[in-house]
């Protein structure tokens, strides 16, 4: 506590008293023996005021709920390390690849990045659409006879990224649906962008956005004769979180829907390489989807790009806005004016990634993730649970009704030191549910559904 001493002196004191003439006493604000000479008094410090901008803080930041989900999850993760500093923590939850990229790719990009220290294979800014022998290769390996050219592929860092730069390209007075339970950066983007209004916590949901509600009983597809018109609908097949993906005839209904509303449909198609049925593996495969739908994918869980990055979007020519001006073009202009293009690097690995060889390697380590989701539907079947998902895509969808999905993995969190995610935190369709991801070592595959089975046999 700081002190204030005010110092009264008597009219009978020296008038011209001066520090060099006070007692050491009289200096550190002891008081004198006669009464009244000198007054301390103990004051409270100032409190320190933090210096602020005269900038207004964006306002649709202040709408979001929380921390985004899945650094919420590292977070609640790493305080369950700390009470729990000799535990072997599993993750299952975030969604990150563990298995090493094959070596068919990281030579590629290991002869590109030693290729740059020399005067021959040094090369600067690229094209920010991509590389075109990648661009020539996206189309041929993925949208072969779909009606796709080179051009309409637009190579970048990650689906992820892609999704906010649609956003910035439909801007702020756009309506916009999404499925629920979806994968958070659709609605966060959105939020963000100023599309929404408030949050609302009796449901769960914002206002301005179509939840279009997928579940168990209407087969993880929702009812479009429910869904009021938007002017961009987000839609992942197969789905993150509930693995489930849509059927050609579902598909088919989707873009009659997109047409008849005169809607943009988005679709993530970043799991496709996971079907082993006769779901489409892309929208273009569906008539009339060129005049309403941009697709949009990545690397990431086919090869373990999760850390290099890259990954696609393409517009085809033939997507128009109300005034006749090609999407495409407008993207172009928000790519150009954001983003430098995806690392050369990165670039290097993706041509890789699409040649005979690297195919073969991506379809293995696809085919270990798919044995791994094996593992974790079997063992929740076992214990008699409601399993979804899991057979075109690397997540199992575990149903707990009438319980929190928050408490159901802080449960298995505390009691197995098993990391899940919360359905919830995927939209208010995720409750009673928890995402199991299959992405992890083979052993820690084993680990885990053996804590499980221990938790609820």
């Known amino acids: 506590m700081a002190m204030q001493m005010s110092v009264s002196i008597s009219s009978s004191s020296?008038?011209?008293?001066?520090?060099?003439?006070?007692?050491?006493?009289?200096?550190?604000?002891?008081?004198?023996?006669?009464?009244?000479?000198?007054?301390?008094?103990?004051?409270?410090?100032?409190?320190?005021?933090?210096?602020?901008?005269?900038v207004s803080r964006n306002a649709n930041m202040g709408k979001l709920q929380a921390g985004y989900l899945f650094p919420e999850i590292a977070r609640k993760r790493n305080a369950h390390m700390l009470k729990y500093p000799d535990a072997k923590v599993i993750s299952l939850g975030i969604g990150d690849t563990t298995e090493p990229i094959p070596e068919v790719i990281t030579s590629a990009m290991a002869n590109r990045s030693y290729a740059l220290s020399t005067l021959e294979g040094y090369s600067g800014y690229g094209a920010e659409q991509g590389e075109k022998a990648l661009r020539t290769a996206i189309a041929a390996t993925f949208y072969a006879d779909l009606g796709i050219e080179e051009d309409d592929v637009f190579v970048s860092d990650g689906a992820k990224c892609d999704i906010s730069r649609l956003q910035v390209l439909f801007g702020s007075d756009v309506s916009m649906a999404?499925?629920?339970?979806?994968?958070?950066?659709?609605?966060?983007?959105s939020v963000i962008m100023g599309q929404t209004g408030q949050f609302s916590s009796d449901v769960g949901k914002y206002q301005n956005i179509e939840y279009m509600r997928c579940s168990p009983e209407n087969g993880f597809f929702p009812d479009l004769s429910s869904v009021a018109r938007t002017d961009v609908i987000f839609f992942c097949s197969p789905n993150n979180p509930t693995g489930a993906s849509a059927s050609r005839d579902q598909l088919k209904q989707l873009v009659q829907f997109a047409k008849d509303n005169g809607s943009i449909l988005v679709y993530d198609s970043a799991y496709a390489k996971y079907i082993t049925d006769d779901s489409p593996k892309s929208i273009?495969?569906?008539?009339?989807?060129?005049?309403?739908?941009?697709?949009?994918?990545?690397f990431s869980k086919y090869a373990g790009f999760t850390g290099v990055r890259l990954?696609?979007?393409?517009?085809?020519?033939?997507?128009?806005?109300?005034d006749g001006f090609p999407v495409a073009k407008d993207f172009n202009r928000i790519v150009c004016t954001c983003f430098n293009g995806a690392s050369n690097i990165s670039q290097a690995g993706g041509l890789a990634c699409l040649s005979p060889e690297g195919l073969k390697a991506m379809g293995d380590v696809i085919g270990f993730y798919k044995e791994n989701t094996n593992i974790i539907v079997d063992t929740f079947n076992s214990l008699g649970f409601k399993v979804y998902g899991g057979k075109n895509a690397p997540y199992v969808w575990v149903h707990f009704p009438g319980r929190s999905s928050w408490d159901v993995f802080a449960e298995i969190l505390e009691k197995t030191h098993v990391v899940t995610t919360p359905g919830s935190g995927f939209g208010p369709g995720g409750e009673g549910f928890v995402r199991v991801s299959a992405f992890g070592h083979r052993e820690n595959i084993i680990e885990a559904c053996r804590r499980f089975k221990e938790l609820y046999n």
């Open 178 to 189: 999404c499925q629920d339970p979806s994968y958070p950066a659709y609605v966060d983007s």
């Open 311 to 322: 990954g696609w979007t393409v517009i085809p020519k033939q997507l128009l806005f109300s």
């Open 284 to 298: 273009f495969e569906i008539p009339g989807a060129h005049e309403v739908a941009i697709e949009t994918t990545s």
């Open 14 to 54: 020296s008038a011209f008293l001066n520090q060099s003439s006070l007692t050491f006493s009289e200096r550190v604000g002891v008081p004198p023996k006669a009464s009244g000479a000198c007054k301390c008094v103990a004051t409270e410090p100032a409190e320190k005021t933090a210096f602020t901008t005269k």
